[in-house]
């Protein structure tokens, strides 16, 4: 089998030889915020940074160039999907993630964990691992630490993500316990299969519901272990706001200040200048995207429903501050006749929220540069 | 032409009853042409009274089921008035059986159209014409067509294959580079087609995507990949269109002909 190894590393990487460096530029005297430089095999990402999921090997309607327009660095792909089409034998054939689907920037993989919360119903989870049911063609699935990180291996991502044992954030008693202890057994179990630390970066991620013992006792075992970064998981599934920062902060407290932290699953918006504000510098969310492709554009002041009558002659661009190729072509009157409708509008409004949500982040940066 | 004066258009086709088919009656074809001039005559005196459509030109709609007789008189008719071009319609009416429609079937009915026509003025045939098709329509004097083709190719998954390079070097006994015009990326055997669709192919998709890449975004019916699609089948299409008129202009046409009828006459494998 022919196996393409591309590695395109930064002239400091050179002298290091670290598939990551991170360099903190500036730090908020008030809050734990702080901008960074992240270098990665594939590229140079300033922090903090939202990346948007690409979960099947593709951003939905975006040709690559078109989110390298955006100036996206670092977007993710589903460990979960992508191991089941195109799985990961052709991957690695095609010479990996990168090669397949022309990305010439930084990836990230999840474990195919997550997805053990949202198909609970199909899962079974013992301490071998994780056995699905696929919901393609309902053949099992077994989920190892050690499958994960082959996998991951296989499609190449820069980053990729220890499989943890996550249980969502609502669920109390001794489950949370048991999940926050396997986590880090299998982060363990993750490290020793990992075939190329030299080129992909191993993350471990904090778990333990909303029981700050938990999540104190899981951060300090985490950071006992030589890892390039940490995550934080877990959270962002619904439950209180109150609780949700709590555990955030507990954990960047205790995370190292010289290593990044990605605060998975989130989020709006708001969630992202708190959560910056807390010392987190990498977030994903499907919901920029998503919510195009139901018509919904991201404002300053809230959201447009486009689909409403109320746009029907409304001769503005979605947001005249906005420079994206969207606000700079078209009116919401024009995007009112095709939402929800021709394929297009959901490329258009996805080019449009991506370049808010990434414009939100760099206002962020900008304000803890100058708070400095 | 309330609308067509909203709209602000460079051409806009007159209103026109073309609702006629092969087993139209002689009565039905008959109206249809009367009435489509009725229809062209208010259409050509609102554009006249029209600010926005003083430069605007208007294209008359030639009717005449497939009645040889009514044919005549609808384009004698119309080529008297002052319009700018002409689109021969009627002959079916574009439903999902379109694609198999051959102009073999309508080509006595679009010579005798044409040769009413004065040379000056350009000939519209919409409909979803193949290549082979497309090149018999321009033998017979026909000007402009339409990008329905590419479309519902698109839509069933199929890129377009058929060779435009290579075929004025070819021998008439050469077999053709492909046994058709089009090939299905849903098939299995591209799955690990780390190619790109076509090869030497210069559009956006082929230069940047293999058709294993385009075979599983639409095996995951992710949108990308009907987009990169149509991508390749417009760039394709045009070119093709490019290609027949050099060859037009280098007298080349039946050539050129000949070639597409070698690739559609192969047998054909199972998608």
């Keep these: 089998m022919f196996r393409l190894i591309k590695k395109r590393m930064n002239m400091t990487d050179l002298t290091t030889e670290k598939a990551l460096t991170f360099h903190i530029k500036a730090e908020c005297s008030r809050t734990k915020a702080r901008t960074s430089v992240m270098t990665l095999p594939h590229a140079v990402v300033e922090t903090p940074v939202f990346m948007p999921v690409g979960t099947q090997g593709t951003l939905k309607g975006l040709a690559p160039q078109q989110l390298d327009d955006l100036g996206c660095r670092l977007m993710l792909g589903n460990t979960y999907h992508l191991g089941n089409r195109p799985g990961d034998n052709l991957l690695e054939e095609a010479g990996g993630l990168h090669e397949f689907m022309k990305w010439k920037h930084a990836l990230l993989t999840d474990s195919g964990g997550f997805q053990m919360v949202s198909l609970l119903a199909l899962a079974e989870i013992t301490e071998e691992g994780v056995k699905f049911q696929s919901p393609h063609d309902k053949s099992d699935m077994m989920l190892t630490p050690e499958k994960s990180i082959e996998i991951q291996n296989s499609i190449g991502a820069d980053i990729i993500m220890a499989l943890d044992d996550v249980v969502h954030s609502t669920v109390t008693g001794p489950r949370v316990e048991e999940a926050m202890y396997r986590t880090i057994r299998w982060l363990d179990r993750c490290l020793k299969a990992h075939q190329k630390s030299h080129c992909q970066n191993l993350f471990p991620?904090?778990?333990?519901?909303?029981?700050?013992?938990?999540?104190?006792?899981?951060?300090?075992?985490?950071?006992?272990?030589?890892?390039?970064?940490?995550?934080?998981?877990?959270?962002?599934?619904?439950?209180?706001?109150?609780?949700?920062?709590?555990?955030?902060?507990?954990?960047?407290?205790?995370?190292?200040?010289e290593k990044p932290r990605y605060l998975m699953g989130v989020g709006f918006a708001?969630?992202?200048?708190?959560?910056?504000?807390?010392g987190c510098d990498m977030f994903d969310c499907v919901f920029p995207t998503r919510t195009a492709r139901f018509g919904v554009a991201l404002v300053p002041t809230g959201q447009l429903q486009l689909k409403?009558?109320?746009?029907?002659?409304?001769?503005?661009?979605?947001?005249?501050?906005?420079?994206c190729s969207t606000c700079s072509r078209y009116t919401r009157a024009f995007l009112h006749t095709i939402v929800t409708q021709e394929p297009v509008s959901c490329s258009l409004l996805t080019i449009h929220n991506l370049s808010y949500h990434g414009a939100r982040v760099l206002d962020l940066c900008d304000y803890s540069d100058a708070s400095n | 032409m309330d609308v067509v004066d909203a709209f602000q258009p460079d051409w806009f086709q007159a209103l026109a009853d073309s609702d006629t088919d092969q087993d139209s009656t002689k009565k039905r074809i008959r109206r249809s042409v009367e009435r489509t001039l009725e229809y062209l005559d208010q259409c050509i005196k609102r554009k006249e009274q029209s600010d926005h459509l003083k430069n605007a030109s208007i294209i008359g709609v030639l009717e005449g089921g497939h009645s040889i007789s009514d044919r005549i008189a609808s384009a004698k008719e119309t080529a008297r008035r002052p319009v700018a071009g002409f689109s021969i319609e009627g002959f079916h009416n574009f439903g999902p059986d379109t694609e198999a429609f051959k102009i073999s079937e309508i080509e006595e009915l679009l010579r005798v159209t044409i040769l009413e026509l004065p040379e000056d003025k350009p000939r519209f045939l919409s409909g979803v014409y193949n290549p082979l098709e497309i090149i018999k329509a321009v033998k017979l004097g026909c000007d402009i067509f339409e990008s329905t083709y590419p479309y519902v190719v698109t839509e069933r998954g199929c890129a377009f294959v058929f060779d435009l390079d290579t075929w004025e070097n070819k021998k008439p006994e050469d077999p053709p580079n492909t046994a058709s015009f089009e090939v299905s990326l849903k098939n299995q055997m591209f799955q690990n087609g780390f190619v790109p669709m076509l090869k030497g192919c210069t559009c956006y998709a082929c230069q940047n995507f293999t058709a294993a890449y385009i075979y599983h975004l639409l095996n995951t019916s992710e949108l990308l990949g009907s987009l990169l699609l149509m991508i390749h089948n417009f760039h394709h299409y045009f070119r093709f269109f490019e290609v027949l008129r050099r060859a037009i202009a280098a007298d080349k046409i039946i050539e050129f002909e000949e070639h597409f009828e070698r690739i559609n006459s192969q047998p054909k494998e199972a998608n």
């Design chain 1, 205 to 257: 991620i904090v778990q333990g519901g909303l029981y700050p013992e938990l999540r104190k006792k899981c951060a300090e075992e985490l950071i006992k272990r030589d890892v390039p970064g940490f995550a934080i998981g877990g959270l962002s599934g619904g439950e209180e706001k109150s609780e949700f920062w709590k555990m955030v902060t507990l954990s960047t407290e205790i995370l190292p200040k």
């Design chain 1, 270 to 278: 708001l969630d992202l200048v708190v959560c910056v504000a807390l």
């Design chain 1, 308 to 323: 409403n009558k109320t746009y029907k002659r409304d001769f503005q661009p979605i947001d005249s501050s906005c420079s």
